[in-house]
């Protein structure tokens, strides 16, 4: 089976639920963290970043942001970012690497805009599919701020708690 194909199989298999947990360092210091699950197409996810968290809860079309007092209030628009796994789905080119005999490893390119960069020049991805179904996907970039390190492990989770609107969302904020 073809590199890519691998890699499309293996998110399939994740697509109708998942969690994951994403991290971005910039310089050697966490950035960004991101904890999030994702069944039928909605998605919760907790990020948090200088200090602070916020919560996102995704029912298409709506969204909606956790207040620190427990409330949530509607947001005019979706959350963006979409299925993390679509990003994913179509490289540039691939190619199988050696890895643990129970992983199998990917090198990737993609066009930075796939993964929500800025800037003209391929981002490779090293991708590793675990026996258990997990795949974690890792990348190292320059930026201005120093270089970025972006590692997300995706696990699979079919049997969560489905995903649904909060029970009272009073206003909507932009």
Do not use: C, H
Request: hydrophobic letters at 40%.
């Amino acid at each position: 089976m073809a590199p890519a194909d691998r890699l499309a199989a293996a998110l399939q298999v994740l697509a109708p639920g998942y969690t994951y947990e994403s991290t971005v360092a910039v310089g050697g210091k966490l950035a960004t963290r991101a904890d999030g699950r994702w069944i039928g197409g909605a998605a919760e996810i907790v990020v948090e970043s200088g200090g602070a968290s916020i919560t996102y809860r995704t029912v298409p079309p709506r969204s909606w942001a956790q207040e620190q007092d427990g409330s949530w209030v509607e947001l005019e628009g979706q959350v963006p970012g979409g299925d993390p796994l679509d990003r994913l789905l179509n490289p540039r080119a691939a190619e199988v690497e050696r890895g643990a005999t129970d992983t199998i490893s990917i090198r990737a390119t993609y066009a930075p805009a796939a993964l929500g960069l800025a800037g003209s020049d391929p981002v490779t991805v090293t991708l590793a599919i675990a026996a258990d179904g997990s795949v974690s996907a890792r990348y190292v970039v320059d930026t201005k701020a120093g270089t970025a390190t972006s590692t997300t492990v995706f696990y699979p989770a079919l049997s969560q708690a489905p995903i649904v609107a909060p029970s009272a969302a009073p206003s909507a904020r932009p």
